[in-house]
T-cell receptor, first 115, second 110 residues
Framework: ETGVTQTPRHLVMGMTNKKSLKCEQH?????MYWYKQSAKKPLELMFV???????ENNSVPSRFSPECPNSSHLFLHLHTLQPEDSALYLC??????????????FGEGSRLTVL | GIQVEQSPPDLILQEGANSTLRCNFS?????LQWFHQNPWGQLINLFY???GTKQNGRLSATTVATERYSLLYISSSQTTDSGVYFC????????????FGTGTRLQVFP
């Protein structure tokens, strides 16, 4: 059983839909991350939250909207996505921030397909 | 920004064989981690190793920071070792970005 859980595991949506991905960590960590993994591309960092404050927004289009209501929960709200946004979205958490030597622990991912 | 290269890109082994995976990086690092992505997509944290050597069962890793590379050793490989192995680094600018390499895809056959 992983300390970071993501729901849903699979999501199919149309370009006009609005949906959300949810991540919950049970590790007592202070930082949470969203990564995107597309076919044949390295993992890309999207957002970083530390103690519920966004500290990194890696030039992500506004159709992706993160929300961190507390240190245990992280959401990624999706609206008017494009087919090229189809990917595996991975949530991670760490006790310390990356530059402080934080070790990332990942969830199982949410596989998104945009039709 | 910092560049991360992994080799080989693909590796096919028979059960019981040993292997070495390499990660080269282009600048000094504050953070280096190895991950295993299983066939279901989950990334498993293997090692946090910005320098030195660590061992965990059949796996061990060594990072030589002054020469800008890290090695992951897998001994007596098993079919459950199959998947993609990623090296990820954070460079000298003290950011929150862990930059991932393109990975080594390992297939272990019985």
């Amino acid at each position: 059983e992983t300390g970071v859980t993501q729901t849903p595991r699979h999501l199919v949506m149309g370009m006009t839909n609005k949906k959300s991905l949810k991540c919950e960590q049970h590790l007592g960590h202070n930082a949470m991350y969203w990564y995107k993994q597309s076919a044949k591309k390295p993992l890309e960092l999207m957002f970083v939250y530390s103690l519920e404050e966004r500290v990194e927004n890696n030039s992500v289009p506004s159709r992706f909207s993160p929300e961190c209501p507390n240190s245990s929960h992280l959401f990624l709200h999706l609206h008017t996505l494009q087919p090229e946004d189809s990917a595996l979205y991975l949530c991670a958490s760490s006790q310390d921030r990356v530059f402080q030597g934080g070790e990332l622990f990942f969830g199982e991912g949410s596989r998104l397909t945009v039709l | 920004g910092i560049q991360v290269e992994q080799s080989p890109p693909d590796l096919i082994l028979q059960e019981g064989a040993n292997s070495t995976l390499r990660c080269n990086f282009s600048d000094s690092v504050n953070n280096l981690q190895w991950f295993h992505q299983n066939p279901w997509g989950q990334l498993i944290n293997l090692f946090y190793i910005p320098s030195g050597t660590k061992q965990n069962g059949r796996l061990s890793a060594t990072t030589v920071a002054t020469e800008r590379y890290s090695l992951l050793y897998i001994s007596s490989s098993q079919t459950t070792d199959s998947g993609v192995y990623f090296c990820a680094v954070e460079g000298p600018l003290s950011t929150d970005k862990l930059i991932f390499g393109t990975g080594t895809r390992l297939q272990v056959f019985p």
